[in-house]
């Protein structure tokens, strides 16, 4: 077990703007996860469990708030102070979120292995081929039954647990 830290969130802050309402959604959060750890934020309803998530993303709506201080250092490097472009390079590679609602973020026109496969196209530059094999490999190791049947189906096919899993 290694005891490397992977990534340190120190005093994140994120507020939202509305009229002259100021939100603090995420203030002063600090926690550091290492190398093959599991770490569940807890809390209720609004407390800012999303908003720190999609912070250490870098995907909190621009219109609506903004990350105001903290670092969130992946390995060291602080995502706050990276380019956008570098940003979609970690993003699906490194560091990357499932989101509550996976019919919101899978496309509902493209089979799910298409839309896995598409990760390791755009990423890890593979062809169609060698991609789609992958996308199948992933189905199994999340445990879904017939990976190469499921892997053609659109999401609305699968079930509400095998959507999140892709
Ligand atoms: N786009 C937004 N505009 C304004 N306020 C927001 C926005 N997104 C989230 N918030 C506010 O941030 C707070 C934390 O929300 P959230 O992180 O989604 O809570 P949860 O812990 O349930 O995931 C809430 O008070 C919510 O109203
Ligand atoms: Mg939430």
Same mark, same amino acid.
């Given at each position: 077990?290694?005891?490397?830290?992977?990534?340190?969130?120190?005093?994140?802050?994120?507020?939202?703007?509305?009229?002259?309402?100021?939100?603090?959604?995420?203030?002063? /959060?600090?926690?550091? $996860?290492?190398?093959?750890? +599991?770490?569940?934020i807890? &809390?209720?309803?609004?407390?800012?469990?999303?908003?720190?998530s $999609?912070?250490?993303?870098?995907?909190?709506?621009? +219109? %609506? &708030?903004?990350?105001?201080? &903290?670092?969130? $250092?992946?390995?060291?490097?602080? $995502?706050?102070?990276?380019?956008?472009?570098?940003?979609?390079?970690?993003?699906?590679?490194?560091?990357?979120?499932?989101?509550?609602?996976?019919?919101?973020?899978?496309?509902?026109?493209?089979? /799910?292995?298409?839309?896995?496969?598409?990760?390791?196209?755009?990423?890890?530059?593979?062809?169609?081929?060698? %991609?789609? %094999?992958?996308?199948?490999?992933?189905?199994?190791?999340?445990?879904?039954?017939?990976p190469?049947?499921?892997?053609?189906?659109?999401?609305?096919?699968?079930?509400? &647990?095998?959507?999140?899993?892709?």
């Amino acid at each position: 077990m290694g005891n490397e830290i992977v990534l340190q969130v120190r005093n994140l802050k994120t507020h939202f703007f509305s009229g002259s309402q100021v939100i603090k959604a995420v203030d002063g /959060v600090d926690f550091d $996860l290492r190398k093959g750890q +599991t770490i569940g934020i807890v &809390g209720e309803s609004g407390s800012g469990k999303s908003v720190t998530s $999609l912070s250490i993303m870098r995907l909190v709506d621009p +219109t %609506a &708030g903004k990350v105001v201080d &903290g670092q969130i $250092l992946l390995h060291g490097d602080d $995502l706050l102070q990276k380019s956008e472009e570098s940003m979609r390079k970690i993003r699906g590679n490194k560091i990357s979120m499932i989101f509550q609602e996976p019919m919101t973020s899978l496309n509902p026109v493209f089979s /799910v292995g298409e839309q896995i496969a598409e990760a390791y196209r755009i990423h890890e530059k593979l062809p169609r081929k060698q %991609a789609w %094999a992958k996308a199948i490999e992933m189905l199994k190791l999340v445990g879904i039954p017939s990976p190469e049947k499921r892997a053609k189906q659109e999401p609305h096919e699968l079930s509400g &647990g095998m959507r999140q899993r892709v």
